[in-house]
């Protein structure tokens, strides 16, 4: 992995990130050069300056822009309102809940996405998805504008990350090249529907998995029949359970497999291995609506796929880093040897020789994500 910040795993990784989502290394170098120091007093201290030398950079990105716009370079402008936009929503991922700024970083990086995808004319509906009591969660759905019927995957989120986050690394782009649409969800616990409608996260996944299934069922470009569950970080813990749990999906697929999510809460309790974000525990707590500590760690117990995965019927895919320091590998054969029940399973462990060994791929970005949508390609295929 890229690594600016010689031991500051969490910082280094939200810069691998931001190139992996279309960021442009002398942009990031630019935001990261300025807080070299402060990387130095470990992940949680510093994170303002952090969030300050990014914010800098976006504005710069955006203005660049507005610029480009204001001549009529509307691709050259769409292109850098989306690059800003990645740098908006990376910068504000990185800060705790109570810190004031984020919120506003948050809403600039929606605005410029949305001009950015309509500047380039991109195919992108921006779609709610009824959930519970009447409240909904956002979601974007990538397709090619042709109307044509085609297999769908919903894409759900991890623990951290955002829908145009995913689809800014590139995901949509490849799987519609393979004749895929993808639905991006924001399910409750990220996004928006836990910034914008304090929707927390649910270990029952298939609560909104269901949901997302039937919004896809209803679209005419869709086949109805062909629709995937996929999932990235913490979602290789959500899409294993929404799919045993909602047998309509076609296929599942994870990008880092989470099998016992809720067991490696205790192990970090104990410093074992590494975080995603800085200010932690507060925010999983946030995520899953926990008001201290003991709550969440009690409603850990649920966060398992022991005793689900035996369910599936349908393929699925495990794909993993072997140097993956958030989760360790031994998940993705815990998942795959449960799975056994499924007509298909595969297991993909990437190593040295592929260049990508992190957590989801974070240090390549191209490799896993590729190999997902081929195989997701090909068993659609198989379907007939």
Known sequence: MFEPFPGNYVWNLATNLALVAGGNHGEIDAANRPVMEAARQGSDAGTALLFDSWIRVADQV???AAADEEKGYLLSAGTKYLRAAGYYLAAE??????YAPRWA?????????????????????????????????????????SGTPRPALVSCNGLDSMKEQVNLAGHGAVNLERGINTLFVDQPGTGQALRQRNLA??????RWGTPALEYLMGRSDVIPTKIGMF?????????PRVAANEPRYALCAVMGANHVWGERQKERLASE?????????????????????DDFMSYCANITLDGQIEKMKMPFLVTHGENDRQIPVHNAHRSFDQAVNSVKRHLRIFTRADFEVEHCGADNGTVMRDYIADWCAE???EMG
């Open 201 to 206: 996260a649910v270990y029952d996944a298939e």
């Open 231 to 239: 999932g990235l970080s913490l979602g290789g813990y959500y899409a």
């Open 273 to 293: 291995g590494e975080n995603p974000v800085p200010h932690y525990w507060d925010h999983v707590m946030w995520v899953w609506g926990k008001d201290n500590l």
């Open 93 to 98: 991922r990185m800060q705790s809940r109570d």
């Open 62 to 64: 955006a203005a660049n």
């Open 105 to 145: 970083a948050y809403q600039k990086g929606l605005d410029l996405y949305r001009k950015g995808v309509a500047l380039r004319g991109l195919h992108v509906d921006f779609v709610e998805i009824p959930y519970e009591s009447g409240t909904s969660f956002p979601a974007i759905f990538v397709h090619d504008g």
């Open 379 to 381: 068993t659609f295929a």
